[in-house]
């Protein structure tokens, strides 16, 4: 089992920055992929962006590419999300999950942190 908690959320100013960490129990960190996930107001979850072992191996979605930096630190159990140049639309709960690198889904969640961007 897999426990994840999100930290790090809050209110930033359009253009701002802010980093969301997760920290994970689990003893053996760096066979889990690790992916953020966000869910605004009234629509569906969406993918941000995963990392496997090394920070060589990310992807991002469109929305948040160029502005969006994921990266781990297996000593530490954790993952970041680094955000540049935030906008109201990336207002959201932030999810932190967790698969195994030989499954296709994340089966483990965190309870999420909210960020809101305001002008």
């Known amino acids: 089992q897999v426990q994840l908690v999100e930290s790090g959320g809050g209110l930033v100013l359009v253009g701002g920055s802010l980093r969301l960490s997760c920290a994970a129990s689990?003893?053996?960190?760096?066979?889990?992929?690790m992916g953020w996930f966000r869910q605004a107001p009234g629509k569906e979850r969406e993918f941000v962006g995963d990392?496997?072992?090394?920070?060589?191996?990310?992807n991002y979605a469109d929305s948040v590419k160029g502005r969006f930096t994921i990266s781990r630190d297996n000593a530490k159990n954790t993952v970041y999300l680094h955000m540049n140049s935030l906008t109201p639309e990336d207002t959201a709960v932030y999810y932190c999950?967790?698969?195994?690198?030989?499954?296709?889904?994340?089966?483990?969640w965190g309870r999420g942190t909210q960020v809101t961007v305001f002008t």
């Open positions: 999950a967790a698969r195994r690198l030989d499954r296709n889904e994340y089966n483990f």
């Open positions: 689990v003893r053996t960190f760096s066979s889990y992929a």
């Open positions: 990392i496997r072992r090394t920070v060589l191996t990310t």
